[in-house]
């Protein structure tokens, strides 16, 4: 256990002694997740999240609603579907 032990202190040390040589480096390390942060925070400041529509089953088939909005479904008439039903039926 004691070596264990002896190990990682030599390992925080060596570490430290980067920390001390490279200060610069240090810095950057420390600064980048912070100004990743920053962006992030004030993208979502200027730009906050819209509730998107929940699925309705009485949209699903009309074509005014926001799924023929979103995948440009094409309108077909009932007598076309009716058809291609009597189609796949046989």
């Known amino acids: ?3 264990l032990f002896h190990q990682l202190q030599i390992l925080v040390w060596k570490n430290w002694l980067g920390v001390k040589r490279q200060p610069l480096w240090t810095l ?3 600064l980048w997740p912070v100004i990743i942060f920053i962006i992030l925070a004030i993208t979502r400041t200027k730009f906050p999240p819209t509730a998107k529509p929940t699925w309705d089953s009485s949209t699903w088939n009309s074509c005014d609603g926001w799924m023929a909005q979103i995948f440009f479904f094409s309108c ?3 007598e076309a579907d009716s058809r291609y039903r009597v189609m796949v039926a046989q």
């Open 1 to 3: 256990m004691a070596s």
């Open 28 to 30: 950057v390390l420390i």
């Open 76 to 78: 077909i008439s009932e």
